[in-house]
C-alpha cells in the first residue's frame, strides 16, 4: 500500500484503487483504523492523540 505521509509515528497509506466510500488507512503503534473522506467516519481504534495530529 503506498504511504501518503510519516510523522510522529503516523502512517498514513491510500490505495490506489480499492473498495468505495473513498478512504485512506491509519497506523499508529498498535492501533489501526480507516477514515472515510466524505464524512470523516471512523472506522477501526485510534489513539486520541493520533486523531487529533491526523
Known sequence: MPEISRFFGIIIKMYYNDHNPPHFHIEYQD???????????????MSRKALNLV
Not at 492501533?31 to 481504534?45: F, H, M, R, S, V
Open 31 to 45: 492501533y489501526e483504523a480507516i477514515i472515510n473522506i466524505e464524512d470523516g467516519e471512523l472506522t477501526g481504534k
